[in-house]
């Protein structure tokens, strides 16, 4: 059991020293032919020799291609409807480190060479007339996809072939009557995340992380949300939009061999991490960013943290970096080997990133922090982010 309920209130500050050997940073060549510099992050899958990132943005989506240095290599397909384009890109992920594969929006699931040759399409399977969303690859040219839950479905998860044929339907364990036709924005699931030869699933309104191995689906840990755990009235009534002001949320998830790395969001009723308030141009008042918190569980020791905000810097959230100084980090991408990424924003790190700044912070690896430093001296506020790649302990 994952205690995060008997974790809130008890924010804890956590330093990456604590938790890694070093943090190494890519920073991605800025061409005309990859500008990545976007209000939102783009979406990132990296392996020993290739980065691989997911613009997108509005109307606009590109996939692109860089070696480990950080060098532009190519893009990876385009937007259209003609052989070996995508309309959308819905998720990424490698096939034994050695292709690409583009899940998109619509009906197809796309396999690229890493230097960006377009090689085989594949039909997602049509289940009752629905696509399936939040595809994942397995092995062996095996999928998982997953259909949003309506309150009756039998199944929730499929295994399919690359030829489109259902392998095995894993049942549904929520149910609930659900009033008229609508949907909810917690009908679907968080995305799937692999750890080694594991592959991990979780639904919005299931308190329990499922693991799939050898297509064998089985519940692997349960989230201890009390009694505020997903509140079903919420998806029954169109009406019932009360579901974030009464349950804990469990809105994002990845995981290596030891941690779990998540982020819930908290009920105005619960304390919530303290945070100065900031200016925000876009709603033209002071706004609080704490809403949500990052959370950390050690599966060996059976250890959960909820991370203390920064009350400084409202939406600056992540494991305090006491390594290099630099900006908070929190993984967003396992690359195996017990290696996490991150990815920070050109922009934020020079606009904060000042001597003020490092002043106020412990710094464990000075040699670390001069090549920050020198990044900085080089870095421009419209480059391209920087992947921040750490090694766990």
């Known amino acids: ?17 604590e938790l890694f050997l070093s943090i190494e940073l890519i920073p991605l060549e800025t061409t005309d032919e990859c500008l990545l510099a976007v209000p939102n992050r783009p979406g990132i899958i990296m392996n020993e020799d290739f980065i691989v990132i997911a613009y997108t943005f509005f109307h606009n989506f590109q996939l692109y291609s860089f070696d ?20 959308g890109i819905s998720k990424f992920f490698f096939k034994n480190n050695t292709t690409v594969f583009v899940s998109e929006i619509g009906e197809k699931i796309l396999e690229y060479e890493l230097h960006g040759k377009f090689i085989r399409s594949i039909r997602k399977p049509n289940i009752e007339g629905q696509k399936l969303h939040f595809i994942s690859y397995v092995s ?10 309506y309150g009756k479905n039998k199944h929730n998860h499929f295994l399919f072939d690359d030829k489109g044929n259902i392998v ?5 364990h929520f149910f609930f009557n659900r009033e008229g036709k609508w949907m909810s924005s917690f009908d679907g699931g968080l995305e799937p995340f692999g750890i080694d030869e594991r592959l991990y699933l979780k639904n919005y309104v299931n308190d329990t992380l499922y693991c799939l ?3 064998v689906m089985q519940p692997a840990f349960v989230f201890g949300l009390g009694k505020y755990t997903f509140d079903k009235e919420s998806i029954v009534s169109e ?15 990845m995981g290596t061999p030891k941690y779990l790395f998540y982020e819930v969001l908290i009920p105005e009723i619960l304390p919530r991490p303290k945070v100065n308030p900031v200016f925000s141009q876009r709603l033209n008042k002071l706004v609080t960013w704490n809403s949500s918190a990052y959370g950390i569980y050690n599966m060996e020791e059976n250890v959960n943290m909820l991370l203390e905000g920064n009350e400084n810097i409202s939406a600056e959230k992540g494991i305090i970096n006491d390594i290099n ?4 980090f929190f993984p967003r991408y396992y690359a195996g080997n017990n290696v996490v990424v991150d990815m920070w924003d050109a922009e934020i790190m020079k606009t904060r990133l000042t001597d003020e700044y490092f002043a106020t912070r412990t710094i464990k690896d000075p040699q670390s922090h001069q090549k920050l430093k020198a990044l900085l001296e080089i870095l421009k506020e419209d480059d ?7 090694k766990l302990k």
């Open 384 to 390: 391209n982010p920087i992947i921040v790649v750490a």
């Open 68 to 87: 480990r240095t950080g060098k532009f290599l190519n893009k990876i397909g385009q937007k259209g409807q003609g052989p070996g384009d995508y309309i």
């Open 239 to 253: 009406h019932g939009n009360a579901t974030v002001e009464r349950s804990l949320i469990i809105s994002y998830l």
């Open 325 to 328: 100084g630099g900006l908070p």
């Open 168 to 172: 095995k339907s894993f049942p549904n």
């Open 213 to 215: 191995e050898n297509s």
């Open 1 to 17: 059991m994952i205690d995060v309920v008997g974790s809130v209130g008890n924010y804890q500050k956590v330093y990456c020293s």
């Open 140 to 149: 062996d040219n095996m999928f998982i996809g997953s259909l949003p839950n």
